[in-house]
């Protein structure tokens, strides 16, 4: 495949046959394997070992969501999955809303009953194997989507939200932390954000949470909005906690040989596969944090009527920190010929594995 064939000036493009997409899934599925096995590698003074196990279940939700639609698009329904091409390399959101949406149509028994398909696949075997018949595509093809409507837990599919959980805190200076998932509509990026927050006493001298409250309120947020926003709808809608500290996780843009926009990385990538200095598989996934932490309470009494809080957070300027996943050729290559692309990173690239090509 050359490279010219996938070059394309849309944001969100189709490609053009099922050998192209078939090479897609093939990378982003092993660029998210890669991110699942060295979650705990981004580990260090500003992520905590509990926040790496936060990525690493958003980064398996994620593949596992990709595995989904690849045998949506790819073996049942093919050519119709759009990939965002600029600063995301992700599918484009609808694919994600379609999968959940479709999962919960069947599930609801508005759409016509699947039928039980593990007989059928012993009838094809016992067809191929010993009578020798032909079976059609269309039967294969009606089998395969209702295998896979029975066998995709929507319970496990990367959603536009999607919370996961509230656990106590491994940091001393705060109560409990809790993290979601957000697949942003716009950018095409998923998103993982992490609050810390403590407990305030009622009337009642009871210290707790409501977790329901707690998942109305990030429901009301927009993922992608400055961390001082997100936080303070947050907190402006919860009556019993106090945010201290939250953090979010930008998965992406994953730059490869699909990708078109012109941030660094990805154009220095395009150049070395053109150069054929590197192989056309070659990938490298940026991972940018931003985090805001509490400076004080500010009485919203008088100035603030909107807010039935008496009390909410003052915030600090966001700080960004920058982490970069690739494999060795990739991270080599702009070492040597685009080293102003790991300027600026919280610590070195992170090596994973390359795709492996088969024999």
Do not use: C
Request: glycine fraction near 4%.
């Amino acid at each position: 495949m050359d490279i010219s064939q996938i070059i394309t000036p849309e944001d969100a493009v189709k490609l053009e046959d099922k050998k192209q997409y078939q090479f897609y899934f093939d990378l982003v599925q092993h660029a998210m394997g890669t991110l699942v096995e060295g979650t705990r590698r981004l580990h260090n003074e500003q992520v905590t070992q509990q926040e790496t196990e936060f990525v690493r279940l958003s980064a398996e939700r994620l593949l596992y969501t990709l595995n989904a639609l690849e045998l949506r698009y790819l073996h049942i329904d093919e050519n119709t999955m759009e990939i965002d091409v600029t600063h995301s390399g992700f599918p484009n959101s609808s694919a994600f809303r379609f999968l959940s949406n479709e999962i919960s149509f069947i599930e609801k028994g508005t759409a016509a009953k699947i039928e039980e398909v593990d007989p059928l696949i012993d009838a094809f075997v016992e067809k191929l194997m010993v009578s020798k018949e032909h079976i059609s595509s269309e039967a294969i093809a009606q089998t395969a989507f209702s295998l896979f409507h029975k066998r995709t837990d929507k319970n496990n599919l990367y959603d536009m939200f999607v919370f996961g959980a509230v656990r106590p805190s491994e940091l001393l200076d705060y109560d409990f932390v809790v993290y979601w998932m957000n697949y942003d509509v716009l950018i095409n990026r998923p998103f993982i954000s992490i609050m810390y927050f403590d407990i305030e006493a009622k009337n009642t001298g009871q210290r707790k949470y409501d977790e329901e409250e707690i998942i109305n309120a990030i429901k009301n947020t927009v993922p992608a909005s400055t961390p001082q926003s997100v936080i303070y709808d947050i907190d402006k809608n919860v009556e019993e906690i106090v945010p201290k500290l939250y953090k979010r996780i930008d998965i992406g843009p994953l730059a490869n040989i699909f990708t078109r926009d012109d941030r660094q990385v990805s154009l220095a990538l395009r150049e070395g596969i053109r150069s054929k200095d590197l192989p056309m598989d070659s990938f490298a996934l940026e991972i940018k944090m931003e985090q805001v932490k509490s400076t004080g309470e500010v009485d919203t009494g008088g100035i603030f009527s909107f807010i039935s809080k008496k009390k909410i957070q003052n915030w600090s300027d966001p700080t960004s920190f920058n982490f970069l996943m690739a494999p060795h050729a990739v991270i080599q290559y702009l070492h040597n010929n685009h080293s102003e692309t790991l300027k600026g990173l919280t610590k070195h690239p992170i090596d994973v594995e390359g795709i492996k090509k088969d024999n």
